[in-house]
T-cell receptor, first 112, second 118 residues
Framework: GQQLNQSPQSMFIQEGEDVSMNCTSSSIFNTWLWYKQDPGEGPVLLIALYKAGELTSNGRLTAQFGITRKDSFLNISASIPSDVGIYFCAGLNTGTASKLTFGTGTRLQVTL | GAVVSQHPSWVICKSGTSVKIECRSLDFQATTMFWYRQFPKQSLMLMATSNEGSKATYEQGVEKDKFLINHASLTLSTLTVTSAHPEDSSFYIC??????????????FGDGTRLSIL
């Protein structure tokens, strides 16, 4: 099935640094979601975006819904060790029975 | 707290065994639930959409006779991996959304079931 392209594939950063990752698609979505997955667990919803151009924050996390509706980015400010994990974007179109299309994932490692 | 519960979290069994995985929505009714499979270091791939009171909808390439889905109530969907073989070993995850099907309400995921077939 289709997957969304996420970049970078992996990141190694120091605690306190800011992080930026993005997600692109060849097709349009009318909802973008960002999830974080810890090892051996299911994804946890971080941010949901519903409108093109929308910028939404959740604590140290900020995400934007691209104006073309084909991309989204996620920023994490002042990273901490518990930010380690895999971040997935997901696109959703309400006309497709609420099925999510997931990105390829960005693996984040934070060093002290 | 968790809104979707999955059980068991880990299964190890012999080749040829059938394994049932349960997915429950804890504080809402879900007419639709979704089953995903995730191989190591890969993303989640949708296997099927589970519809309460009707047949599941399977994604292309997923064998419906191999992966039996039953959505008998508004809070429970089950996935049965029949006659499991080592290649079926994977991390299986379910999800459910609070909104009606075709809505844009985000899905919440269970904690997954790691299936290991010997």
């Amino acid at each position: 099935g289709q997957q969304l392209n996420q970049s970078p594939q992996s990141m190694f950063i120091q605690e306190g640094e800011d992080v930026s990752m993005n997600c692109t698609s060849s097709s349009i979505f009318n909802t973008w979601l960002w999830y974080k997955q810890d090892p051996g667990e299911g994804p946890v919803l971080l941010i949901a975006l519903y409108k093109a151009g929308e910028l939404t924050s959740n604590g140290r996390l900020t995400a934007q819904f691209g104006i073309t509706r084909k991309d989204s980015f996620l920023n994490i400010s002042a990273s901490i060790p518990s930010d380690v994990g895999i971040y997935f974007c997901a696109g959703l179109n309400t006309g497709t029975a609420s099925k999510l299309t997931f990105g390829t994932g960005t693996r984040l490692q934070v060093t002290l | 707290g968790a809104v979707v519960s999955q059980h068991p979290s880990w299964v190890i069994c012999k080749s040829g065994t059938s394994v049932k995985i349960e997915c429950r929505s804890l504080d809402f009714q879900a007419t639709t639930m979704f089953w995903y499979r995730q191989f190591p270091k890969q993303s989640l791939m949708l296997m099927a959409t589970s519809n309460e009171g009707s047949k599941a909808t399977y994604e292309q390439g997923v064998e419906k006779d191999k992966f039996l889905i039953n959505h008998a109530s508004l809070t429970l969907s089950t996935l049965t991996v029949t006659s499991a073989h080592p290649e079926d070993s994977s991390f299986y995850i379910c999800s459910a959304g609070r909104g009606a099907i075709f809505s844009n309400q985000p899905q919440h995921f269970g904690d997954g079931t790691r299936l290991s077939i010997l």
